[in-house]
C-alpha cells in the first residue's frame, strides 16, 4: 500500500482505526472507502493505490468490531446510522468538508446512508453489490431466498457457534467463495470479533428491511457481478428511482467481492467516475 498509514480516531468512546494514504493533504480530493461483511479496510489495497497515483486521498475506516477497531458491547453500537457518524467525525478530525465515497455489500448501505441523510458531505457515489436500502428491502423472493444467511445470522449464539465450525453452515461453507477466507477466518476467530461482525446484521434488520428512504441527489455509479452469490440485479436496478443525480449502471462479470477479484477494472471505472466530478 505504498506510504499508506495507519491511524486512529475516537468516536462515541471508542478507539477506531483507519487507513489513510495522504495524511495531512488537503489539496487533494477525498475518497472515503467502506467495506462490508466480513472485510476491514485493508480489502481497499489495490483502490488505494491507484487512487493514490491518480492524485486523490484515500481514506478507509475499519468499522466498529472490525479490523483494528475497537468492539462495541452493546447491539445499538453497530446502528449503520451511528457507523455513518463515525466515519464523518473521522472525515471532520481530518479537516474533510466533502468526499467521494465509495462502499461494498454492508460498505454500499453505509454509503447509501450518508448521502441520503448528509448529502452536503458526498461529492459522488459508487455503490457495489448492495442498491438503496428502500430497493432491496422491497426486493422481491429471489433476492429473500439468496439472502437467507441474514436471518441465519441473526440467531445470535447459534449462528456463532455454527459459522465457527466446519459444517454446513460454517463461515467456510456460506462464505467460501471469498478470495481471502484463510485470512477472514483468523480475524474473526479471535475472541468476540465474529460477534461484532454480525452485529451489523442484528442492529439493522428493521431500519433497512422494512423502513423507506428518501433519495440521493449525489451522481451514482452502482456496480453488480453477475455471478454475486448473494445480491440478486434486480434490487440494484431498482435503485435508479431512488437516485436524483446522474445515474450509471454496470454490471460485471464474476462474483460478489469486487474489490479483491476485479481491481483492475474497478479502479478504472472509479477513476472515471471520480474524474468527472
Same mark, same amino acid.
Given at each position: 500500500?505504498g ?6 480516531? !475516537?468516536?462515541?468512546g ?13 489539496d ?8 462490508g461483511?466480513?472485510d @476491514? ?7 488505494? !493505490? ?12 475499519d468499522?466498529?468490531g ?13 446502528s ?5 457518524? !463515525? ?13 467521494h ?72 461453507r ?25 452485529r ?8 433497512v428491511?422494512?423502513?423507506?428512504? *428518501?433519495?440521493?441527489p ?14 440478486? @440485479?434486480?434490487?440494484m ?12 449502471y ?8 469486487? *474489490?479483491?477479484e ?5 479502479? !478504472?471505472?472509479?477513476?472515471a467516475?471520480?474524474? @468527472?466530478?
Amino acid at each position: 500500500m505504498g506510504a499508506v498509514r495507519r491511524g486512529y480516531f !475516537d468516536s462515541r468512546g471508542f478507539r477506531l482505526s483507519y487507513l489513510d494514504s495522504a495524511p495531512g493533504a488537503r489539496d487533494r480530493p477525498a475518497v472515503l472507502l467502506l467495506h462490508g461483511f466480513p472485510d @476491514e479496510a485493508g480489502m481497499w489495497v489495490a483502490q488505494i !493505490d491507484a487512487l493514490h497515483a491518480a492524485g486523490f486521498r484515500c481514506i478507509a475506516p475499519d468499522t466498529i468490531g472490525c479490523g483494528e477497531s475497537a468492539v462495541g458491547a452493546q447491539l445499538h453500537d453497530y446502528s449503520a446510522r451511528l457507523i455513518v457518524a !463515525d466515519a464523518l467525525a473521522l472525515l471532520d478530525q481530518l479537516g474533510i468538508a466533502q468526499a467521494h465515497i465509495v462502499g461494498h455489500d454492508w460498505g454500499a448501505v453505509l454509503a447509501w446512508y450518508a448521502a441520503i441523510y448528509y448529502p452536503q458531505r458526498v461529492l459522488r457515489l459508487v455503490v457495489l453489490s448492495v442498491g438503496h436500502p428502500t430497493a432491496y428491502g422491497r426486493a422481491g423472493l429471489a433476492q429473500k431466498i439468496k439472502g437467507w444467511y441474514v436471518l441465519f445470522f441473526l440467531l445470535a449464539g447459534l449462528s456463532e457457534r455454527l459459522l465457527s465450525g466446519n459444517g454446513r453452515f460454517s463461515l467456510r461453507r456460506v462464505f467460501g467463495t471469498h478470495p481471502q477466507m484463510d485470512a477472514v477466518m483468523q480475524r474473526l476467530s479471535a475472541p468476540g470479533r465474529l460477534t461484532a461482525a454480525l452485529r451489523i446484521y442484528r442492529a439493522n434488520f428493521v431500519d433497512v428491511l422494512f423502513r423507506s428512504h *428518501p433519495a440521493v441527489p449525489a451522481s451514482t455509479l452502482a456496480l453488480w457481478s453477475e455471478c454475486d452469490a448473494f445480491l440478486t @440485479e434486480s434490487q440494484m436496478l431498482a435503485s435508479e428511482s431512488r437516485v436524483r443525480g446522474k445515474w450509471r449502471y454496470q454490471r460485471l462479470g464474476g462474483r460478489h467481492w469486487i *474489490p479483491l477479484e476485479q481491481p483492475a477494472l474497478l479502479n !478504472d471505472l472509479l477513476l472515471a467516475h471520480l474524474r @468527472e466530478a
